[in-house]
């Protein structure tokens, strides 16, 4: 007979507390929403700019940090407001035609965990999930929270005077759940969407990952073998450009938005000390030269770790180790080998290899749980530039609507759905624009109304 655990006897947060998620091995981490800019609005300078901020906010954060960026890409459906008064018909018929059409709802969470100096180097065999732990000494000291929480808050600054994001702190309230709300770690643990009731779902993960009725499938990219031969913070959409113009995409755009389906994409790069990291590759090196004579394998892997050592030195660059991994999951059990079918697409698109998780899958759900990811085991991580590494954040977010009070009914160019835009005020606010001119080409009424 099986054992059933209950979700509170191993889960690894120990509070929330002063806005702040504390776990059973003594990690702080910080939580904030990320507003990010609409997708296909940004061109090829303009992620350019935005990858430079990412690799500073980085770089300004001290040792044992980890940054957690995790976007949640929802399946929902429009929702039409047929109460409000003094609708007319063509407005009521606008919504009527738009009612329940679906679209993916984002949302993008970044995480920053500071870990304690002397903590263990997790693994598999060592996780949390088996084996709890006593809170180590350095996390109780408030000399060094207050260290990192001055150098959070240069992150936060670098990020935001980019001007294409924003971060906001959230509060206890909104990651602990109360009686009638549903904090960020339920919804995260039963993966819960804000349209949905309320309820306790079984976590399983014998032979696959099954939460509930939901059947996960995990994809990650924890291997240099894996990744694309180039990277860079933008690529060409093929859809949207032509042999003379390119239309710039985020290089991660693939995994996010353009990718169909419930999914997590879950991006890690860890802030260890640099001169050890080093010191190790030296190590490794060195034992490579001695046994390059014996295989060319060898011989090969001895140049590229020492074109790695160079070019951090010479450069400057900063070594961080990485891992990015995507959950998807659908409610019905024979669109499963779908939804594996489009993430490999997806990745496929980077020149990505996908390899789904089996038995470390139950290891990676929990790591990336929030505030959990000190627990993120060591043979999942590889070496990496800071530079390469932030260019597999997602940059992009869907459409929104506009607050303003005077705009127009749009649709939203990928899943179709009604925005309200405003093209005469707002750009005008926001700097985009410095007149009101416009210009419309487009079919007359009549020979419309004759098509």
């Not at 018909?89 to 059409?101: I, P, Q």
């Not at 206890?172 to 969407?193: D, F, Q, T, V, W």
Request: proline share 4%; hydrophobic share 35%; with cysteine.
């Amino acid at each position: 007979m099986k054992k059933v655990k209950q979700l509170e006897e191993i889960l690894p947060i120990y509070k929330i507390e002063q806005d702040c998620i504390i776990s059973k091995q003594g990690d702080i981490t910080l939580a904030y929403e990320l507003t990010l800019p609409e997708a296909f609005t940004l061109c090829a300078n303009d992620f350019e700019a935005m990858h430079h901020a990412w690799v500073k906010a980085i770089k300004s954060l001290p040792m044992h940090t980890i940054v957690h960026k995790q976007d949640w890409y929802m399946e929902s459906k429009y929702k039409a407001t047929f109460g409000e008064q003094e609708k007319t018909f063509l407005a009521h018929s606008s919504e009527l035609y738009f009612n329940e059409r679906p679209y993916l709802e984002h949302k993008c969470y970044l995480f920053l965990t500071k870990k304690p100096a002397g903590r263990r180097t997790p693994s598999t065999l060592t996780s949390n999930l088996v084996k709890p732990t006593l809170v180590p000494p350095q996390a109780t000291d408030t000399k060094v929270m207050d260290v990192f929480f001055e150098k959070v808050g240069q992150f936060s600054s670098i990020l935001q005077s980019s001007g294409f994001m924003e971060l906001r702190r959230m509060k206890n309230e909104e990651l602990a759940s109360a009686e009638n709300h549903r904090g960020l770690l339920e919804k995260y643990c039963y993966l819960l969407h804000d349209q949905e009731e309320p309820v306790i779902r079984d976590i399983q993960v014998d032979h696959e990952l099954k939460i509930g009725d939901q059947y996960c499938q995990l994809f990650s990219l924890a291997d240099v073998e894996d990744l694309p031969a180039l990277c860079g913070p933008r690529i060409s959409y093929d859809k949207y450009s032509t042999d003379r113009t390119r239309f710039s995409i985020g290089f991660a755009t693939p995994l996010g938005q353009l990718l169909n389906c419930n999914h997590i994409y879950n991006q890690f790069i860890i802030v260890d000390d640099a001169q050890e990291t080093l010191k190790k590759l030296e190590t490794k090196r060195l034992r490579l030269q001695s046994l390059s004579a014996y295989s060319r394998e060898n011989a090969i892997s001895r140049d590229a770790t020492n074109n790695f050592l160079n070019e951090a030195i010479s450069k400057g660059r900063l070594p961080v180790k990485a891992h990015f991994n995507i959950l998807a999951w659908t409610g019905n059990k024979q669109q499963a080998k779908e939804v594996k079918n489009k993430v490999s697409a997806a990745l496929a698109q980077l020149d990505a290899k996908a390899k789904q998780e089996t038995a470390c899958a139950a290891h990676l759900f929990w790591a990336s749980m929030p505030g959990n990811a000190a627990d993120l085991a060591s043979s999942e991580l590889f070496d990496v530039f800071a530079e390469q590494a932030t260019c597999f954040f997602t940059t992009e977010t869907s459409y929104k609507s506009s607050t303003s009070p005077f705009g127009i009914r749009l649709a939203d160019r990928v899943s179709g759905i009604p925005l309200h835009v405003d093209i005469s005020d707002e750009p005008m606010n926001k700097g985009i624009c410095t007149n009101r001119n416009k210009f419309i080409l487009g079919p007359s009424l009549c020979r419309a109304i004759l098509k």
